[in-house]
């Protein structure tokens, strides 16, 4: 239990938050890679697919932004996703120069398998809890995650 100085209480309560939230991150992102070896794919893999069945037909360029990579790693990254048949280079359609990756059926679906695992393991760790108490930490999390700047 967390206890509490009353001259300071809310950065003791701030602290544990950040403590727990960086445990928990760390568990389930650990666990999210173990997964994956199961899915034959690579960490990087599934955050572009993520990134590509969300906002389709990035270009390199595009996804290395979203993903903080060099274009180098991307094109690396792409060219072997595209030999595992999970997503297509494609010219665009109005401007023939620039080259979109679209992902194929073998992506889609790797994906889908892989998010219903990660969902199948958080549902196995809350099974205990009430939906009261799930739809609690739901809205506890939203409302952290309403105040980040990836909602800006």
């Given at each position: 239990?967390?206890k509490i100085?009353?001259?300071n209480?809310?950065?003791?309560?701030i602290?544990?938050?950040?403590?727990?939230?960086?445990?928990?991150?760390t568990?389930?992102?650990?666990k999210?890679?173990?997964m994956?070896v199961?899915?034959e794919?690579?960490?990087?893999?599934f955050?572009a697919?993520l990134y590509l069945v969300?906002?389709e037909?990035?270009?390199?360029g595009?996804?290395?932004?979203?993903?903080?990579l060099?274009c180098?790693t991307?094109?690396?990254?792409?060219?072997?996703m595209?030999?595992?048949k999970?997503?297509?280079?494609v010219r665009d359609?109005k401007?023939?120069?620039?080259v979109?990756?679209?992902?194929?059926e073998k992506?889609h679906k790797?994906?889908?398998?892989v998010?219903t695992?990660?969902?199948?393991?958080?549902?196995d760790i809350?099974?205990d809890l009430s939906?009261?108490?799930?739809?609690?930490?739901l809205n506890?999390i939203?409302?952290?995650y309403?105040r980040?700047?990836?909602?800006?």
């Amino acid at each position: 239990m967390l206890k509490i100085d009353p001259e300071n209480e809310n950065m003791d309560v701030i602290t544990e938050i950040e403590r727990e939230l960086r445990y928990l991150c760390t568990i389930v992102k650990q666990k999210g890679r173990e997964m994956l070896v199961e899915f034959e794919i690579t960490p990087p893999q599934f955050q572009a697919l993520l990134y590509l069945v969300k906002e389709e037909d990035l270009t390199i360029g595009e996804l290395s932004k979203r993903m903080y990579l060099a274009c180098s790693t991307i094109t690396d990254l792409v060219d072997r996703m595209e030999k595992n048949k999970m997503v297509k280079r494609v010219r665009d359609e109005k401007d023939r120069r620039v080259v979109r990756v679209a992902v194929l059926e073998k992506g889609h679906k790797i994906i889908q398998k892989v998010l219903t695992a990660r969902r199948e393991y958080l549902r196995d760790i809350l099974k205990d809890l009430s939906e009261e108490q799930q739809t609690f930490i739901l809205n506890g999390i939203s409302m952290v995650y309403e105040r980040t700047d990836a909602m800006k």
